[in-house]
């Protein structure tokens, strides 16, 4: 019994990544080849730069996780690769690469929502434990994501709420470049916040009170960029760790308060974290207190899953072709696709 | 060696399967496409339907012939990255061929005497195309200007320069451009430098581009890659990205960022 093996592609932003998974749980093999240091010269992620590496080590990193795993293409079950949301030109990469590997192996293929990658990042066995289980809550923060999804036993998602402006990982890159930390700012801003007090502004939490699972981060950002205007002008010091903490603290509030308010709503009493953000330690701090105290459980994926990799688009794969979702060679890529249109197969 | 040929990079997708052997070609299948956009959501299966109708499992694939462009960035990256992962899983070699190239065989295929003086085109914006020129006689070709980017005109009084020359020893070649140019692009005019007695629109020649592939594969015309040299085959792209233009600009301001 070796169980269903499926290889995962992931190329919508700036990781090259491939990966083998076994039934959806434990990784077998993964590579990644980060664009991360190209990048940086920039000041953020260019596409057309993202899609050039791409095409450059996408079969490299294939065939690396296949030699780690000691498998054959003939040995494999399946393939799924990110077909949306993310940068499309970056997308058509994979799933090109993707759809050629199918065409030539005979092998099923699946497109997979990158949301529900991150949702299936928080499945994966660690080496600590077996990985969560279903139905579960998923609180989803990246840099282009911030939603309250209900994810049933069988891997299907609904929506409960999400951002009406920024996500929250791009509430955090932008509040990093007002106190002037390089990109990638957003781990950084999460590192300086350790440090500051957390009561020192009083940043707005918009939409706390409003009976929905929406949030609103443009508004935080703003209320910092004129924090920082007004004290310039003034010619008052400003403690960036204190920024850091305060504006960290506000975010944190709204997101824990509004999947607390959510494992009330719906009696699911476990709730996976999902996405880059996942990997904040204040965030990881103030769910964890919560549920403590709410008793509730929260799941975190091990933090390097966190941010974009293939293992967690196999698994997200395997539990996507077992409620029947399969794609044949017309599969295309889509910078925008519901986590809806995805599953019930609308849009290919 | 039985082998299927594809490319992307411009609005034509084109393949076609056939066999090579002692330079001969035998195409089994061709098809192609003109579907706006349509590249990356048909390449694989018009892949699939041209190895049927060949009668030749995919498995049964010895190589993979793939234009690398230039043209479209987007675009030369779809048949690259497929033809890429295909060899990965069928353990085939790759030959990359310039799509200009293969635009130029598509638009002339005559073995014949006759001299041709061939220039391919391809809209590169601002006026501007990817382009190259090259010269044909008894089914042979030499290469006179590789590709790169110039303005149509230039492209156009380039090609009134080599045609003058080629005309000293054996008289005046026919002179043929292929292209791919709409009116909204407004270079047609630029063209009528060119001391043109044909004009092929890429619509014309679309079909014919994967059989092309072929010829130009059994001729030789580029180097097959094997093994791990497959990984390293990249898009001919042409043009550097524009913000590492302006990054490197910056830097010679003495500015370290953007
Ligand atoms: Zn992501």
Redesign the interface.
């Known amino acids: 019994m070796n169980g269903l093996l499926l290889l995962g592609i992931e190329t919508s932003c700036d990781e090259t990544a491939a990966a083998i998974v076994r039934d959806g749980r434990v990784v077998l093999a993964e590579s990644i080849a980060s664009q991360m240091d190209v990048h940086a010269r920039f000041g953020g992620v260019v596409p057309e730069v993202a899609s050039r590496r791409h095409v450059a080590v996408v079969t490299r990193v294939v065939a690396d996780t296949l030699s780690q795993a000691g498998l054959a293409f003939a040995e494999l079950d399946g393939i799924a690769v990110t077909y949306g949301p993310g940068l499309l030109g970056a997308l058509l990469v994979g799933v090109s690469a993707a759809k050629g590997m199918a065409l030539a192996s005979g092998l099923p293929l699946v497109g997979v929502h990158h949301i529900a990658g991150h949702v299936a990042a928080a499945l994966l066995a660690d080496e600590a434990d077996a990985g969560a289980r279903l139905p579960a809550l998923a609180l989803v923060v990246s840099g282009g994501h911030t939603e309250i999804l209900r994810v049933d036993e069988r891997f299907g998602f609904t929506r409960l709420g999400g951002t009406i402006d920024d996500a929250a990982g791009e509430a955090y890159d932008k509040v990093a470049r007002l106190l002037g930390l390089a990109y990638p700012g957003g781990p950084k801003l999460d590192q300086l916040a350790l440090t500051g007090n957390p009561e020192a502004y009083a940043f707005p939490r918009s939409l706390i009170d409003a009976p929905n699972f929406d949030f609103s981060f443009s508004g935080l950002k703003t209320a910092v960029a004129n924090e920082l205007n007004r004290r310039r002008q003034r010619g008052e010091a400003v403690d960036i760790a204190d920024v850091a903490a305060s504006f960290q603290q506000a975010v944190c509030d709204v997101l824990v308060e509004k999947t607390a308010r959510a494992v009330a709503a719906t009696g699911l009493h476990r709730v996976v974290v999902a996405g880059g953000v996942a990997a904040n330690q204040g965030l990881r701090r103030a769910l964890a207190e919560r549920a403590e105290a709410d008793g509730f459980t929260v799941v975190f994926p091990p933090r390097r899953l966190c941010t974009d990799n293939a293992a967690m688009i196999a698994a997200a794969g395997y539990f996507a072709m077992r409620r029947g979702l399969r794609h044949d060679l017309h599969l295309n890529a889509h910078a925008t696709v519901s986590l809806a249109d995805w599953q019930c197969g609308r849009v290919v | 060696m039985v082998v299927l040929t594809m490319d992307t990079a411009t609005d034509a997708l084109s393949v076609a399967v056939g066999r090579m052997e002692d330079g001969a070609v035998e195409v089994a299948a061709a098809a192609a496409s003109l579907v706006q956009r349509g590249h ?6 018009l ?2 339907q041209v190895c049927q109708t060949a009668g030749v499992e ?2 049964d ?1 010895e190589g993979i012939v793939v234009g690398v462009g230039p043209g479209s ?2 675009g030369v ?14 353990g085939v070699p790759v030959l990359p061929v310039s799509t200009l190239w293969a635009l130029a065989e598509a638009a002339c295929p005559d073995q014949t005497a006759a001299s041709w003086l061939v220039m391919p085109l391809v809209y590169a914006r601002r006026r501007r195309a990817f382009g190259a020129l090259y010269h044909k006689r008894f089914g042979v070709w030499r290469t006179l200007e590789e590709e790169r980017v110039r303005p149509v005109g230039e492209w156009s009084s380039r090609m009134a320069d080599a045609a003058a020359h080629l005309s000293e020893p054996e008289g005046p070649p026919l002179c043929l451009v292929t292209d791919d140019f709409r009116e909204s692009h407004h270079v047609l005019p630029e063209l009528s430098i060119a001391p043109l007695h044909t004009r092929a629109p890429l619509a014309a020649v679309a079909g014919g581009l994967g059989p092309a592939l072929l010829r130009l594969a059994a001729a030789g015309a580029a180097t097959w890659r094997r093994g791990d040299e ?3 085959i ?2 001919m ?1 042409g043009l550097a ?4 233009v302006k ?1 490197e600009e910056a830097k010679g301001r003495g500015h370290g ?2």
């Open positions: 990356s959501r048909l390449l694989q299966p892949a699939m995919p498995g694939l960035y987007t990256r779809l048949a690259v990255s497929t033809a890429k992962a295909m060899a990965l899983v069928l497959v990984h390293e990249e898009p792209y990205v524009e913000a590492e990054l960022q953007l």
